[in-house]
């Protein structure tokens, strides 16, 4: 997650561009930069200063050698691809274009190689072919508004850039795909900014840019332009209020802000565990695990609570396929209880977003007690768990204020498989052609979920549905199964409407008793080697009446038609990363559907964010 600001003046803008960076370092501070369009003497040109480091390192930096100017963008780095130094902070600059970015650009290893023979590369960005795109364009004669247009085209992957052009002053060009970014409207100025925090000390009103939308800023103007570059006009949103409101930016709640950040969350948490610029996960040293040897771990135990759990639950399926390790998955209020039957060369993990669920701590402390490795995969580094376990994993999800976990789970699950592939590498179980392919996989996946979540307004219809139900079911096989139990849980919490999640192949042995005519069941089954039989059992439920909702791709909503009384299509996504991309659209129907019933959504009743109690 990194932050952007741009502001299109009439004044000097520097240290306007460095106090919107501070609003914005919660987003990164690995590096920050400014690039300005300098005019001295009626003569302009494109200038930057960037540093390592925080903020105050950049102002110390302009201080000795100033820079400013009208028209200015700035960035403050989380780095994803490439060391956290100097020559990887943005702005990126490639002949005339300077240019900042937030998120991933999964292509950009063949746009480097179609251009290394004409381009110089300086850095281990994945930035910076943008920069040499557009530029490229330009010398073949578009006008900078077109070079940037063309070049969007030529870009896969979830991101958010802003792009000044030396020669081309007066305009700012913007774009947003899977990443957020804002435009802010000021009285004879234009903004942009990641979110309405970088702009609040510029204006009040704010312009949500949409998936996939373009636009050129000027001073007096705003242009945007869908996807297909076509003008649209979007809604101005006046932020008030609080920052805490300002937070939630044009999100009716929290926790629907949480499910659309996670292209981002999940790219950061990427960050952590894969180096994308070599196309390769992270060794354990390079994850500063130092003493963890996956080869000689002969048994895992993922211990957690709710969420946390069945992300655990999910990587079971992943230690065991990808890593040939043998995983024990347990419900932390349980597992001390039960008195497991340890193995010496076992780890013991704990999975929790806070890092305080006092029933994963307490399994914690009972594994360290039977002297066992212990490592926890936490989401605030400064909480108890990862202090006290031998090893402590960030998932890097960033601040989860909704009481249902939704982003956490995601970067739970991300970070698992990461660790899952980490594991099977170092076992010797993944080929290094199958390493590529699966860290393409990951790579893959913000843009993915950025896709899903255009399913919003489908699902949103679907959930009307299922707001009037008493009961529901969720099915699943394989991954998907502690898929669904996740899916239940987080109607349950939220709408308060009963729900169960099964193995799908389980309800027959006895919950098939509880269908009805109308009961809702959804059915989770992206296109796998388990799908016909999941298919079979979706029959079941449907010849009893049964209104069957089928959670699937392009291929199993062919296969499966006229089978389901509903199909949401998800993007085609390879069977490893499926459950991550399959998340957002349970998440999401059950947000919707407890809109519909109007339910404290952010602050459910009864539930407490974080369970310190035994
Ligand atoms: O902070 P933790 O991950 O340890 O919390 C575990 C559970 O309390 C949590 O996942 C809970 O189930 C959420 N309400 C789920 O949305």
């Given at each position: 997650?990194?932050g952007?600001?741009?502001?299109?003046?009439?004044?000097?803008v520097?240290?306007?561009?460095?106090?919107?960076l501070?609003?914005?370092?919660?987003?990164?501070?690995?590096s920050?930069?400014?690039?300005v369009?300098?005019?001295?003497?009626?003569?302009s040109?494109?200038v930057?200063?960037?540093?390592?480091?925080?903020?105050?390192?950049l102002?110390?930096?302009?201080?000795?050698?100033?820079?400013?100017?009208?028209?200015g963008?700035?960035?403050?780095?989380?780095?994803?691809?490439?060391?956290?130094?100097?020559i990887?902070?943005?702005?990126?600059?490639?002949?005339?274009?300077?240019?900042?970015?937030?998120?991933?650009?999964?292509?950009?290893?063949s746009?480097?190689?179609e251009?290394?023979?004409?381009?110089?590369?300086?850095?281990?960005?994945?930035?910076?072919?943008?920069?040499?795109?557009?530029?490229?364009?330009?010398?073949?004669?578009?006008?900078?508004?077109?070079?940037?247009?063309?070049?969007?085209?030529?870009?896969?992957?979830?991101?958010?850039?802003?792009?000044?052009?030396?020669?081309?002053?007066g305009q700012?060009?913007?774009?947003?795909?899977?990443?957020?970014l804002?435009?802010?409207?000021?009285?004879?100025?234009n903004?942009?900014?990641?979110?309405?925090i970088?702009?609040?000390?510029?204006?009040?009103?704010?312009?949500?840019?949409?998936?996939?939308?373009?636009?050129?800023?000027?001073t007096?103007?705003?242009?945007?332009?869908?996807?297909?570059?076509?003008?649209?006009?979007?809604?101005?949103?006046i932020?008030t209020?609080?920052l805490?409101a300002?937070?939630?930016?044009?999100?009716?709640?929290?926790?629907?802000?949480?499910?659309?950040?996670?292209?981002?969350?999940v790219?950061?948490?990427?960050t952590?565990?894969?180096?994308?610029f070599?196309?390769?996960?992270?060794?354990?040293?390079?994850?500063?695990?130092?003493?963890?040897?996956?080869?000689?771990?002969?048994r895992?135990?993922?211990?957690?609570c709710?969420?946390?759990?069945?992300?655990?639950y999910?990587?079971k399926?992943?230690?065991?396929?990808?890593?040939?390790?043998?995983?024990?998955?347990?419900i932390?209020?349980?597992?001390?209880?039960?008195?497991?039957?340890?193995?010496?060369?076992?780890?013991?993990?704990v999975?929790?977003?806070s890092?305080?669920t006092?029933?994963?701590?307490?399994?914690?402390?009972?594994?360290?007690?039977?002297?066992?490795?212990?490592?926890?995969?936490?989401?605030?580094?400064?909480?108890?768990?990862?202090?006290?376990?031998?090893?402590?994993?960030?998932?890097?999800?960033?601040?989860?204020?909704?009481?249902?976990s939704?982003?956490?789970?995601?970067?739970?699950?991300?970070?698992?498989?990461?660790?899952?592939?980490?594991?099977?590498?170092?076992?010797?179980?993944?080929?290094e052609?199958y390493?590529?392919?699966?860290?393409?996989?990951l790579t893959?996946?913000?843009?993915?979920?950025?896709?899903?979540?255009?399913l919003d307004?489908?699902?949103e219809?679907?959930a009307?549905?299922?707001?009037?139900?008493?009961?529901?079911?969720?099915?699943?096989?394989?991954?998907?199964?502690?898929?669904?139990?996740?899916?239940?849980?987080?109607?349950?919490e939220?709408?308060?409407?009963?729900?169960?999640?099964?193995a799908?192949?389980?309800?027959?042995?006895?919950?098939?008793?509880l269908?009805?005519?109308?009961t809702?069941?959804i059915?989770?089954?992206?296109t796998?080697?388990?799908?016909?039989?999941?298919v079979?059992?979706m029959?079941?439920?449907?010849t009893?009446?049964?209104?069957?909702?089928?959670?699937?791709?392009?291929?199993?909503?062919?296969?499966?038609?006229?089978?389901?009384?509903?199909?949401l299509i998800?993007?085609?996504v390879?069977?490893?990363?499926?459950?991550?991309?399959?998340?957002?659209?349970?998440?999401?129907?059950s947000?919707?559907a407890?809109?519909?019933?109007?339910?404290?959504?952010?602050?459910?009743?009864?539930?407490?964010?974080?369970?310190?109690?035994?």
């Amino acid at each position: 997650m990194c932050g952007i600001i741009g502001i299109a003046g009439t004044k000097p803008v520097t240290d306007r561009l460095l106090e919107g960076l501070k609003r914005l370092e919660y987003r990164g501070y690995d590096s920050a930069g400014i690039a300005v369009i300098e005019k001295n003497n009626h003569v302009s040109g494109l200038v930057r200063r960037r540093a390592k480091g925080k903020i105050r390192n950049l102002e110390e930096r302009i201080e000795l050698e100033p820079a400013d100017g009208l028209f200015g963008i700035a960035h403050t780095r989380w780095a994803t691809h490439g060391a956290p130094n100097e020559i990887n902070a943005h702005p990126h600059f490639a002949g005339r274009v300077g240019l900042v970015h937030n998120g991933i650009i999964e292509n950009f290893t063949s746009l480097r190689d179609e251009l290394k023979h004409t381009r110089d590369f300086v850095t281990q960005t994945d930035t910076e072919v943008v920069a040499h795109l557009i530029d490229e364009a330009m010398k073949s004669g578009l006008s900078g508004k077109d070079a940037f247009a063309a070049s969007l085209k030529k870009l896969t992957g979830a991101f958010a850039l802003g792009v000044v052009i030396d020669g081309v002053d007066g305009q700012i060009f913007a774009a947003r795909r899977g990443s957020p970014l804002a435009i802010g409207l000021g009285d004879g100025e234009n903004y942009i900014g990641s979110d309405a925090i970088a702009l609040a000390s510029l204006t009040t009103r704010v312009i949500y840019l949409e998936e996939g939308d373009w636009a050129v800023v000027t001073t007096d103007n705003v242009e945007i332009f869908d996807l297909n570059d076509t003008p649209v006009k979007r809604d101005i949103t006046i932020v008030t209020g609080s920052l805490a409101a300002a937070e939630k930016g044009n999100y009716r709640h929290f926790m629907l802000k949480e499910i659309y950040e996670q292209p981002e969350t999940v790219s950061h948490t990427l960050t952590h565990y894969v180096d994308a610029f070599n196309h390769k996960i992270k060794t354990p040293s390079e994850l500063e695990l130092k003493d963890l040897d996956f080869a000689k771990i002969e048994r895992l135990s993922l211990i957690a609570c709710g969420t946390a759990a069945y992300a655990a639950y999910v990587a079971k399926y992943w230690f065991e396929q990808l890593a040939e390790m043998p995983v024990d998955v347990d419900i932390a209020s349980e597992f001390r209880y039960r008195k497991p039957a340890l193995i010496k060369n076992s780890v013991a993990m704990v999975v929790s977003q806070s890092g305080e669920t006092a029933d994963t701590l307490a399994a914690l402390r009972y594994a360290q007690s039977k002297d066992l490795q212990t490592a926890a995969l936490v989401n605030v580094m400064s909480s108890t768990m990862a202090r006290e376990a031998d090893f402590a994993l960030p998932i890097n999800a960033g601040p989860e204020i909704g009481v249902a976990s939704t982003k956490a789970f995601t970067s739970q699950l991300t970070a698992l498989l990461s660790l899952a592939i980490c594991a099977g590498v170092q076992r010797g179980h993944i080929s290094e052609t199958y390493e590529q392919k699966l860290i393409a996989s990951l790579t893959q996946m913000p843009r993915l979920i950025a896709e899903t979540l255009t399913l919003d307004d489908d699902i949103e219809k679907l959930a009307h549905d299922l707001s009037k139900a008493k009961n529901a079911f969720y099915l699943g096989r394989g991954m998907h199964f502690p898929l669904a139990l996740e899916g239940a849980l987080k109607l349950k919490e939220i709408s308060y409407i009963h729900a169960e999640g099964y193995a799908a192949g389980e309800l027959k042995h006895g919950p098939i008793a509880l269908i009805e005519e109308g009961t809702p069941v959804i059915v989770i089954a992206p296109t796998d080697e388990l799908f016909e039989k999941t298919v079979s059992n979706m029959q079941e439920v449907s010849t009893r009446g049964a209104k069957v909702l089928l959670i699937t791709d392009k291929e199993g909503a062919r296969k499966a038609k006229g089978m389901a009384n509903d199909i949401l299509i998800c993007p085609d996504v390879c069977v490893e990363t499926a459950p991550i991309v399959y998340a957002i659209t349970i998440q999401l129907l059950s947000y919707h559907a407890a809109v519909h019933l109007g339910t404290d959504v952010d602050q459910p009743r009864n539930l407490a964010k974080s369970v310190t109690v035994e």
